[in-house]
């Protein structure tokens, strides 16, 4: 009896490079000045399937210089055939204008060179041009805070509440140029609120097409300006201010909030202490130009200034009768307090400056 044995080659795999790119519009144009990742995509170009646990080296060099040197990757799972995976770098490249033009090349290799069968198309690379005829147009749509909900309109009562911080804040912005931006591209935009602006940048989750848009959640408090504790009208804008960014018209959009103070300092119910505790003191307060005088002081005294709104803005003790200067407030109208801290008795005078 005669045994026939079968001898068969070892399984080969067409590995490739079917896509290298950055982000740039149509003609591969890029901004100067742009910073951006870049993306390769590996296929599994032929008929067998790649399986789970296969090792393959990936690189990426830009004008022939790595930017990402080999390094190993590892199949987490059978790579069938026809299969596609995209990779993106999290760091992003500089094009600057002073090389206008770059050669970007992405290679995914068999770390077992006797694995691949077509190694013609294990390397694949791509030509873009710097110009100055593209830019980088983001658009500010909205914003809006997520973070108290009760913030407009909030009371402060003369002080005795305080305003809740802002916590989180939902903006969208739009990709207003011809340029595709890849995933993990950096979009950078400003946070500004009363005079504390913010710089806040993060990265897109996804390929943010031309006339793409995309929604940013901001809940971390070091990068939210602070919030007012005065009452007023403000509005919190986010500010898009890409590099490259020409078009200033729509960089800019707010949300507006106010914050009250109801107190009412002539209401008789919000004074320190009753009008008939008024009868009899020696106390008095007198107007003058740019100060007012307190007179009757037997004890000592305590002397405040408060504006319409209810603010403190001056407080001083006294054991004698004297002036408190008021030239540096601006004109308006103030009431003016002044309590015998032994026996209680207050003197109240509106006092208006011009």
């Given at each position: 009896m005669c045994s026939i044995v079968g001898i068969s080659s070892a399984q080969t795999y067409d590995l490739a490079i079917s896509e290298v790119g950055t982000a740039a519009n149509s003609s591969n144009q890029?901004?100067?000045s742009m910073v951006a990742p870049i993306f390769f995509t590996i296929k599994n170009n032929g008929s067998n399937i790649i399986p789970t646990g296969s090792e393959i080296?990936?690189?990426v060099?830009?004008?022939?210089?790595?930017?990402?040197?080999?390094?190993?990757?590892?199949?987490?799972?059978?790579?069938?055939?026809?299969?596609?995976?995209?990779?993106?770098?999290?760091?992003?490249?500089?094009?600057?204008?002073?090389?206008?033009?770059?050669?970007i090349c992405?290679?995914?290799?068999?770390?077992?060179?006797?694995?691949e069968s077509n190694p013609a198309n294990n390397l694949n690379c791509d030509d873009y041009t710097v110009s100055s005829a593209v830019h980088n147009d983001w658009a500010a749509l909205s914003m809006a805070i997520a973070n108290p909900s009760n913030l407009d309109g909030f009371d402060l009562d003369n002080l005795t509440n305080t305003v809740p911080?802002?916590?989180?804040?939902?903006?969208?912005l739009q990709n207003n140029s011809s340029i595709t931006f890849p995933a993990f591209y950096a979009v950078n935009y400003q946070l500004a609120l009363n005079g504390d602006t913010q710089n806040v940048s993060g990265v897109l989750s996804g390929d943010l097409a031309p006339g793409g848009q995309t929604t940013r959640i901001v809940n971390n408090a070091s990068i939210i300006p602070a919030t007012?504790?005065?009452?007023?009208?403000?509005?919190?804008?986010?500010?898009?201010?890409?590099?490259g960014d020409n078009v200033d018209s729509n960089d800019v959009t707010c949300e507006s909030f106010t914050i009250i103070d109801s107190y009412d300092p002539f209401q008789p119910s919000n004074w320190p202490l009753g009008t008939e505790e008024f009868n009899g003191?020696?106390?008095?307060?007198?107007?003058?130009?740019?100060?007012?005088?307190?007179?009757?002081?037997?004890?000592?005294?305590?002397?405040?200034?408060?504006?319409?709104?209810?603010?403190?803005?001056?407080?001083?003790?006294l054991t004698e009768d004297a002036n408190i200067q008021l030239?540096?407030?601006?004109?308006?109208?103030?009431?003016?307090?002044?309590?015998?801290?032994t026996n209680g008795a207050v003197e109240v005078k509106k006092f208006s400056k011009q």
């Amino acid at each position: 009896m005669c045994s026939i044995v079968g001898i068969s080659s070892a399984q080969t795999y067409d590995l490739a490079i079917s896509e290298v790119g950055t982000a740039a519009n149509s003609s591969n144009q890029i901004p100067p000045s742009m910073v951006a990742p870049i993306f390769f995509t590996i296929k599994n170009n032929g008929s067998n399937i790649i399986p789970t646990g296969s090792e393959i080296w990936i690189a990426v060099q830009v004008n022939a210089n790595y930017f990402i040197a080999p390094d190993t990757l590892v199949f987490n799972g059978d790579f069938p055939a026809g299969g596609e995976i995209t990779l993106y770098t999290t760091a992003g490249y500089s094009f600057e204008a002073s090389t206008p033009s770059y050669e970007i090349c992405a290679g995914a290799y068999f770390t077992n060179a006797a694995l691949e069968s077509n190694p013609a198309n294990n390397l694949n690379c791509d030509d873009y041009t710097v110009s100055s005829a593209v830019h980088n147009d983001w658009a500010a749509l909205s914003m809006a805070i997520a973070n108290p909900s009760n913030l407009d309109g909030f009371d402060l009562d003369n002080l005795t509440n305080t305003v809740p911080d802002i916590d989180s804040v939902v903006l969208i912005l739009q990709n207003n140029s011809s340029i595709t931006f890849p995933a993990f591209y950096a979009v950078n935009y400003q946070l500004a609120l009363n005079g504390d602006t913010q710089n806040v940048s993060g990265v897109l989750s996804g390929d943010l097409a031309p006339g793409g848009q995309t929604t940013r959640i901001v809940n971390n408090a070091s990068i939210i300006p602070a919030t007012p504790q005065d009452s007023g009208t403000y509005t919190f804008c986010v500010i898009a201010n890409e590099v490259g960014d020409n078009v200033d018209s729509n960089d800019v959009t707010c949300e507006s909030f106010t914050i009250i103070d109801s107190y009412d300092p002539f209401q008789p119910s919000n004074w320190p202490l009753g009008t008939e505790e008024f009868n009899g003191t020696t106390l008095k307060v007198v107007p003058m130009i740019d100060a007012i005088r307190v007179e009757g002081v037997e004890n000592p005294t305590e002397v405040t200034v408060m504006d319409m709104q209810g603010r403190l803005v001056r407080s001083v003790n006294l054991t004698e009768d004297a002036n408190i200067q008021l030239n540096d407030e601006k004109s308006g109208v103030y009431i003016i307090q002044a309590a015998d801290e032994t026996n209680g008795a207050v003197e109240v005078k509106k006092f208006s400056k011009q």
